[in-house]
Protein backbone atom coordinates (compact mmCIF):
# COMPACT_ATOMS: atom_id res chain seq x y z
CA UNK A 1 0.00 0.00 0.00
CA UNK A 2 1.12 3.31 -0.81
CA UNK A 3 0.01 6.81 0.37
CA UNK A 4 -0.40 8.82 -2.68
CA UNK A 5 -2.09 11.97 -1.14
CA UNK A 6 -2.59 13.48 2.01
CA UNK A 7 -5.97 15.49 2.80
CA UNK A 8 -5.92 18.14 6.13
CA UNK A 9 -9.00 17.15 7.85
CA UNK A 10 -11.81 19.35 8.87
CA UNK A 11 -12.27 19.80 12.72
CA UNK A 12 -14.66 17.68 14.32
CA UNK A 13 -16.38 17.84 17.43
CA UNK A 14 -15.05 14.89 19.68
CA UNK A 15 -17.21 12.86 22.52
CA UNK A 16 -16.31 13.94 25.59
CA UNK A 17 -14.13 11.69 27.57
CA UNK A 18 -14.22 11.67 31.03
CA UNK A 19 -10.58 12.16 32.88
CA UNK A 20 -9.75 11.04 36.77
CA UNK A 21 -7.98 13.36 38.81
CA UNK A 22 -5.04 11.66 38.46
CA UNK A 23 -4.62 10.72 34.67
CA UNK A 24 -4.75 12.79 31.42
CA UNK A 25 -6.02 11.20 28.04
CA UNK A 26 -5.24 13.66 25.35
CA UNK A 27 -6.28 12.91 22.42
CA UNK A 28 -4.13 13.14 18.94
CA UNK A 29 -5.37 13.56 15.44
CA UNK A 30 -4.48 11.93 12.66
CA UNK A 31 -5.98 12.50 9.05
CA UNK A 32 -4.91 10.11 6.29
CA UNK A 33 -6.19 9.74 2.74
CA UNK A 34 -4.80 6.23 1.04
CA UNK A 35 -5.43 4.45 -2.32
CA UNK A 36 -4.36 1.07 -3.12
CA UNK A 37 -3.01 0.27 -6.57
CA UNK A 38 -4.87 -2.79 -6.94
CA UNK A 39 -8.75 -1.67 -6.02
CA UNK A 40 -8.73 2.19 -6.33
CA UNK A 41 -11.42 3.97 -4.97
CA UNK A 42 -12.19 7.22 -3.63
CA UNK A 43 -10.06 9.09 -0.78
CA UNK A 44 -11.79 8.41 2.26
CA UNK A 45 -10.90 10.36 5.62
CA UNK A 46 -9.98 8.36 8.74
CA UNK A 47 -10.18 10.03 11.99
CA UNK A 48 -7.59 7.98 14.64
CA UNK A 49 -8.04 9.12 18.18
CA UNK A 50 -4.81 8.22 20.09
CA UNK A 51 -4.95 8.25 23.98
CA UNK A 52 -1.29 9.69 25.53
CA UNK A 53 -1.01 8.97 29.25
CA UNK A 54 0.21 11.79 31.17
CA UNK A 55 1.01 11.62 35.26
CA UNK A 56 0.95 13.66 37.26
CA UNK A 57 2.80 13.29 40.69
CA UNK A 58 0.75 11.23 43.17
CA UNK A 59 0.48 13.56 46.59
CA UNK A 60 -0.42 10.49 48.33
CA UNK A 61 3.06 8.40 48.02
CA UNK A 62 5.45 9.47 50.32
CA UNK A 63 8.64 11.42 49.48
CA UNK A 64 11.76 9.38 50.33
CA UNK A 65 14.54 12.06 52.51
CA UNK A 66 18.00 12.03 51.37
CA UNK A 67 20.41 10.27 53.56
CA UNK A 68 20.86 11.59 56.68
CA UNK A 69 22.35 10.54 60.46
CA UNK A 70 21.67 7.36 61.61
CA UNK A 71 18.05 7.84 64.21
CA UNK A 72 18.82 6.30 67.94
CA UNK A 73 16.74 3.50 67.12
CA UNK A 74 18.55 2.37 64.61
CA UNK A 75 19.75 -1.55 64.44
CA UNK A 76 23.19 -0.04 62.85
CA UNK A 77 23.54 1.31 66.48
CA UNK A 78 22.07 -1.10 68.55
CA UNK A 79 24.20 -4.02 70.35
CA UNK A 80 23.56 -7.70 69.53
CA UNK A 81 24.44 -11.06 71.14
CA UNK A 82 27.13 -11.69 69.14
CA UNK A 83 28.49 -7.96 69.48
CA UNK A 84 28.34 -8.43 73.69
CA UNK A 85 29.86 -12.02 73.15
CA UNK A 86 33.09 -10.55 71.47
CA UNK A 87 33.38 -7.62 74.18
CA UNK A 88 32.41 -10.10 76.95
CA UNK A 89 36.00 -12.39 75.70
CA UNK A 90 37.95 -9.59 74.96
CA UNK A 91 37.37 -8.65 78.92
CA UNK A 92 38.00 -11.94 80.33
CA UNK A 93 41.28 -11.95 77.95
CA UNK A 94 42.59 -8.59 79.07
CA UNK A 95 41.34 -10.02 82.64
CA UNK A 96 43.52 -12.87 82.65
CA UNK A 97 46.40 -11.16 80.84
CA UNK A 98 46.27 -8.62 83.66
CA UNK A 99 45.99 -11.66 86.76
CA UNK A 100 49.54 -12.88 85.04
CA UNK A 101 51.30 -9.66 85.41
CA UNK A 102 50.14 -9.32 88.83
CA UNK A 103 50.92 -13.38 89.55
CA UNK A 104 54.33 -12.97 87.77
CA UNK A 105 55.26 -9.66 89.56
CA UNK A 106 54.70 -11.01 92.73
CA UNK A 107 56.64 -14.42 92.29
CA UNK A 108 59.61 -12.52 90.76
CA UNK A 109 59.02 -9.60 93.34
CA UNK A 110 59.62 -7.17 90.37
CA UNK A 111 57.16 -4.96 90.50
CA UNK A 112 59.01 -1.58 88.88
CA UNK A 113 59.70 -2.85 85.42
CA UNK A 114 56.11 -4.14 84.84
CA UNK A 115 54.69 -1.15 85.61
CA UNK A 116 56.77 0.75 83.65
CA UNK A 117 55.94 -1.70 80.47
CA UNK A 118 52.53 -0.74 81.12
CA UNK A 119 53.44 2.93 80.58
CA UNK A 120 55.05 2.54 77.59
CA UNK A 121 52.20 0.15 76.55
CA UNK A 122 49.73 3.51 77.38
CA UNK A 123 51.68 5.30 75.40
CA UNK A 124 51.92 3.08 72.07
CA UNK A 125 48.24 2.55 72.27
CA UNK A 126 47.58 6.47 71.68
CA UNK A 127 50.10 6.69 69.21
CA UNK A 128 48.65 3.35 67.19
CA UNK A 129 45.21 4.96 67.39
CA UNK A 130 46.55 7.97 65.84
CA UNK A 131 48.19 6.12 62.63
CA UNK A 132 45.10 4.28 62.29
CA UNK A 133 42.64 7.18 62.42
CA UNK A 134 44.77 9.35 60.00
CA UNK A 135 44.87 6.17 57.49
CA UNK A 136 41.53 5.72 57.46
CA UNK A 137 40.79 9.73 57.25
CA UNK A 138 42.70 9.80 54.86
CA UNK A 139 42.72 7.21 52.43
CA UNK A 140 40.33 4.57 50.89
CA UNK A 141 37.14 4.02 50.69
CA UNK A 142 34.02 1.98 51.35
CA UNK A 143 35.02 -0.94 48.60
CA UNK A 144 38.11 -1.23 50.27
CA UNK A 145 39.24 -4.42 51.15
CA UNK A 146 38.57 -5.70 55.12
CA UNK A 147 38.80 -1.57 56.01
CA UNK A 148 35.94 -0.71 53.84
CA UNK A 149 33.18 -0.35 56.47
CA UNK A 150 35.68 1.40 58.66
CA UNK A 151 36.83 3.81 56.22
CA UNK A 152 33.02 4.54 55.53
CA UNK A 153 32.19 4.76 59.39
CA UNK A 154 34.65 7.30 59.90
CA UNK A 155 33.37 9.25 57.05
CA UNK A 156 29.62 9.37 58.31
CA UNK A 157 31.59 10.54 61.31
CA UNK A 158 32.97 13.41 60.35
CA UNK A 159 29.56 14.59 59.30
CA UNK A 160 27.42 13.50 62.19
CA UNK A 161 30.33 13.37 64.63
CA UNK A 162 27.44 13.43 68.00
CA UNK A 163 26.18 10.07 66.72
CA UNK A 164 29.02 8.43 68.31
CA UNK A 165 27.44 9.03 71.59
CA UNK A 166 24.41 6.98 70.67
CA UNK A 167 25.95 3.61 69.65
CA UNK A 168 26.07 1.33 72.37
CA UNK A 169 28.22 -0.21 74.58
CA UNK A 170 29.13 -3.50 72.68
CA UNK A 171 28.11 -2.38 69.13
CA UNK A 172 31.04 0.40 69.63
CA UNK A 173 33.96 -2.18 70.67
CA UNK A 174 32.98 -5.34 69.04
CA UNK A 175 35.58 -5.34 66.07
CA UNK A 176 38.13 -4.43 68.43
CA UNK A 177 37.63 -6.75 71.15
CA UNK A 178 37.52 -9.59 68.31
CA UNK A 179 40.84 -8.76 67.44
CA UNK A 180 42.45 -8.18 70.86
CA UNK A 181 41.37 -11.66 71.87
CA UNK A 182 42.69 -13.48 68.63
CA UNK A 183 45.89 -11.55 69.62
CA UNK A 184 46.42 -11.40 72.99
CA UNK A 185 44.99 -15.11 74.06
CA UNK A 186 48.05 -16.63 71.80
CA UNK A 187 50.71 -14.27 73.74
CA UNK A 188 48.86 -14.94 77.45
CA UNK A 189 48.98 -18.79 76.49
CA UNK A 190 52.67 -18.74 75.38
CA UNK A 191 54.65 -15.91 77.34
CA UNK A 192 54.83 -16.37 81.20
CA UNK A 193 56.74 -12.71 81.82
CA UNK A 194 55.72 -10.47 83.83
CA UNK A 195 57.16 -7.41 82.11
CA UNK A 196 55.74 -8.15 78.13
CA UNK A 197 52.48 -9.36 79.53
CA UNK A 198 52.17 -5.96 81.49
CA UNK A 199 53.20 -4.11 78.27
CA UNK A 200 50.27 -6.34 76.40
CA UNK A 201 47.61 -5.85 78.97
CA UNK A 202 47.88 -2.23 78.75
CA UNK A 203 48.76 -1.25 74.87
CA UNK A 204 45.74 -4.22 74.42
CA UNK A 205 43.56 -2.57 76.41
CA UNK A 206 43.24 0.85 75.86
CA UNK A 207 43.24 0.12 72.11
CA UNK A 208 40.05 -2.46 72.83
CA UNK A 209 38.50 0.88 74.67
CA UNK A 210 39.83 3.54 72.33
CA UNK A 211 36.55 3.84 70.49
CA UNK A 212 34.77 4.48 74.41
CA UNK A 213 36.91 7.19 74.94
CA UNK A 214 36.48 8.54 71.66
CA UNK A 215 33.11 8.48 72.44
CA UNK A 216 33.22 10.12 75.92
CA UNK A 217 35.24 12.76 74.06
CA UNK A 218 31.77 13.77 72.51
CA UNK A 219 29.88 13.73 75.28
CA UNK A 220 29.09 16.97 77.16
CA UNK A 221 30.36 17.14 80.47
CA UNK A 222 26.77 17.25 82.22
CA UNK A 223 26.20 13.68 80.96
CA UNK A 224 29.72 12.01 81.56
CA UNK A 225 30.29 10.18 84.96
CA UNK A 226 31.98 12.56 86.90
CA UNK A 227 34.96 9.72 86.63
CA UNK A 228 35.50 10.16 83.27
CA UNK A 229 35.54 14.10 83.22
CA UNK A 230 38.14 13.99 85.98
CA UNK A 231 39.98 11.74 83.59
CA UNK A 232 40.01 13.53 80.63
CA UNK A 233 40.70 16.98 83.04
CA UNK A 234 43.53 15.43 84.09
CA UNK A 235 44.53 14.58 80.42
CA UNK A 236 44.40 10.36 81.19
CA UNK A 237 41.82 10.02 78.33
CA UNK A 238 41.68 12.23 75.24
CA UNK A 239 39.96 15.33 76.30
CA UNK A 240 36.36 17.00 74.92
CA UNK A 241 38.63 20.29 73.74
CA UNK A 242 41.77 18.34 72.25
CA UNK A 243 39.76 15.82 70.13
CA UNK A 244 37.06 18.68 69.14
CA UNK A 245 40.18 20.62 66.97
CA UNK A 246 40.42 17.12 64.78
CA UNK A 247 36.78 18.42 63.37
CA UNK A 248 37.82 21.58 62.53
CA UNK A 249 38.99 22.29 58.88
CA UNK A 250 41.28 21.68 57.83
CA UNK A 251 40.70 18.10 59.04
CA UNK A 252 44.94 16.93 59.73
CA UNK A 253 45.46 17.07 63.06
CA UNK A 254 45.22 15.16 66.42
CA UNK A 255 44.30 12.10 65.55
CA UNK A 256 44.90 10.13 68.66
CA UNK A 257 41.98 8.69 70.71
CA UNK A 258 43.31 7.23 73.53
CA UNK A 259 45.30 9.72 76.14
CA UNK A 260 46.01 12.74 73.34
CA UNK A 261 49.62 12.36 74.65
CA UNK A 262 50.90 11.94 71.28
CA UNK A 263 48.96 14.87 69.13
CA UNK A 264 51.15 17.51 69.72
CA UNK A 265 54.31 15.93 69.06
CA UNK A 266 52.96 14.20 65.46
CA UNK A 267 51.18 17.58 65.07
CA UNK A 268 54.44 20.01 65.74
CA UNK A 269 56.64 17.95 64.00
CA UNK A 270 54.42 17.34 61.16
CA UNK A 271 55.19 13.54 60.87
CA UNK A 272 51.63 12.83 59.61
CA UNK A 273 52.56 15.07 57.01
CA UNK A 274 55.58 13.78 56.12
CA UNK A 275 54.12 10.48 55.71
CA UNK A 276 51.73 11.61 53.17
CA UNK A 277 55.00 13.20 50.98
CA UNK A 278 56.29 9.86 51.00
CA UNK A 279 53.33 7.67 50.23
CA UNK A 280 52.74 10.53 47.30
CA UNK A 281 56.28 10.11 45.86
CA UNK A 282 56.38 6.63 46.37
CA UNK A 283 52.63 5.82 45.08
CA UNK A 284 51.21 8.66 43.61
CA UNK A 285 48.03 8.92 46.25
CA UNK A 286 46.96 12.43 47.55
CA UNK A 287 45.75 12.27 50.84
CA UNK A 288 42.02 13.84 51.61
CA UNK A 289 43.42 16.34 53.95
CA UNK A 290 45.30 17.95 50.99
CA UNK A 291 41.95 18.93 49.18
CA UNK A 292 39.00 21.24 50.19
CA UNK A 293 36.78 19.33 52.34
CA UNK A 294 33.62 18.15 50.67
CA UNK A 295 30.17 17.94 51.80
CA UNK A 296 30.75 14.38 53.35
CA UNK A 297 33.29 16.16 55.62
CA UNK A 298 31.21 19.15 56.81
CA UNK A 299 29.31 18.87 60.22
CA UNK A 300 25.84 19.34 60.70
CA UNK A 301 25.12 20.70 64.05
CA UNK A 302 21.39 20.03 64.10
CA UNK A 303 21.36 17.41 66.62
CA UNK A 304 24.61 18.38 68.08
CA UNK A 305 22.39 19.32 71.21
CA UNK A 306 20.40 16.34 71.85
CA UNK A 307 23.77 14.22 72.50
CA UNK A 308 22.61 10.90 74.26
CA UNK A 309 25.19 8.58 76.30
CA UNK A 310 23.75 4.87 75.38
CA UNK A 311 24.86 2.32 77.72
Same mark, same amino acid.
Given at each position: ??????????????????????????????????????????????? #?????????? *??? $? %? +??? &????????????????????????????????????????????????????????????????? #?????????? *??? $? %? +??? &???????????????????????????????????????????????????????????????????????????????????????????????????????????????????????????????????????????????????????????????????
Amino acid at each position: MSILKQHRCPSRSLTHIPTSPRLHLVARLTCSATTTTTKPKSSQNQL #VIEPRLETKP *DSI $T %P +IIP &SVGPPLSNDPSLQSTWSHRAWVASGCTTLFFSLAKTVAGAADTQMWFEPIVAGYVGYVLADLLSG #VYHWGIDNYG *DAT $T %P +IFG &SQIEGFQGHHKWPWTITRRQFANNLHALARSITLTVLPIEILCNDPVIQGFVTVCAGCIMFSQQFHSWSHGTKSKLPPLVVALQDAGVLVSRSQHSAHHRPPYNSNYCIVSGVCNEFLDKNKVFEALEMIIYFKLGVRPRSWSEPGAEWIEEMGEAQSQVIVH
